[in-house]
């Protein structure tokens, strides 16, 4: 979604240029000059006019010179102007698009290290450090339940989840449990959770055979549910490469110990309509020099959670959000198959 229409602010000259002085800037992090953009592909104007329309850009608030005889680099404003004016433009490349596809083809497991994997897909083909939220527990159904006898007295508790997830609680009994009562408390306990969710769970109150195990399986299982959603970071070791300055990589890398703020972050980008935060925002101070790009991703239909890349404000942003787009999309179809 876009907060504006590009084209009602800018001719087509002036914006061919804001857009090659942001891929060359992107691509080289360095100020860009007049001569420079006049040969750039698409322009096909001096460089007398290409450092006037350049200088009207600075005026407007698109481009900023850092120093008297420097070229100029973008602002948030001309950053944005960039990504609204991609629209869905963006693809992934084919060697990208072929590694995602081999990685989904393989990805099997438990949940959690599906979506730990994940991160680390996302920042290796981005090199921005990639986030993922995971479903809540809450949310999901549970599909099968088993009660497995390690010992006489351990039982291993599994639980498959509609979201992927796999929860797993080893109980220590009072006394032996033999395989028939262990079998008998896995029939009671699939009766009462499979279809249901955690909190909706039907308590386990009949007099039979493996009742008591159940009931003690039962409060083991709630009593270990996850609260709120589980995050997994990958590529923070990104996050040094992407940036000068050290104390605005201590920063960056602060924030992202802090999963609350990563969660309402990316939440907060979504619910603003956006999939692209620039700089100031994120609303978030000390990623003022940050660009975050987001996206939901479904289980079943139903939302999920959410999966984005953090880089500096120069990050290449159609590679980002092709890899972002591409990979949200198969992550929600490899849960929702199971």
Do not use: W
């Not at 900023?64 to 991609?86: C, M």
């Not at 099997?108 to 083909?125: P, Q, V």
């Not at 929860?167 to 009994?173: F, G, P, S, V």
């Amino acid at each position: 979604m876009t907060t504006s229409d590009p084209a009602a602010h800018l001719d087509e000259r002036k914006a061919s240029i804001l857009r090659a002085v942001v891929e060359e800037h992107i691509h080289t992090a360095q100020p860009v000059g007049s001569g420079h953009i006049a040969s750039a592909p698409g322009i096909g104007v001096s460089s007398a006019t290409v450092r006037n329309d350049m200088a009207a850009l600075e005026q407007e608030g698109y481009l900023v010179q850092p120093h008297t005889s420097a070229g100029r680099v973008p602002t948030e404003k001309g950053y944005r102007f960039f990504v609204d004016d991609l629209g869905s433009s963006s693809r992934l490349r084919t060697t990208d698009a072929q590694q995602v596809t081999s990685f989904f083809a393989q990805a099997h497991g438990e949940l959690e290290s599906m979506l730990a994997d994940t991160t680390k897909l996302l920042a290796g083909l981005t090199r921005y450090t990639a986030v993922v939220v995971g479903p809540p527990h809450e949310a999901a159904t549970i599909r099968s339940v088993q009660l497995v006898g390690l010992a006489p007295r351990l039982v291993l508790l599994v639980v498959v989840l509609s979201n992927g997830a796999i929860d797993k609680h080893t109980l220590e009994l009072e006394a032996d449990a033999d395989e028939l009562v262990v079998g008998a408390a896995s029939a009671v306990l699939s009766r009462a959770l499979v279809g249901h969710s955690y909190t909706s769970a039907i308590d386990v109150v009949v007099d039979e055979p493996g009742a008591g195990l159940a009931r003690q399986a039962l409060a083991a299982l709630l009593g270990h549910a996850h609260d709120g959603e589980q995050v997994f970071i990958g590529g923070t070791s990104q996050v040094a490469a992407a940036f000068d300055a050290v104390a605005t990589v201590s920063e960056v890398l602060r924030v992202l110990e802090q999963q609350y703020v990563v969660v309402g972050l990316l939440n907060d980008v979504l619910e603003r309509g956006l999939h692209v935060a620039i700089g100031t925002e994120t609303g978030i101070a000390p990623l003022a020099d940050c660009s975050v790009v987001v996206a939901p991703y479904e289980v079943g239909g139903e939302p999920a959670g959410t999966i984005g890349v953090l880089g500096p404000t120069r990050m290449n942003y159609p590679q980002a959000l092709a890899a972002v787009a591409v990979v949200s999309r198969r992550l929600g179809q490899t849960l929702s198959e199971g």
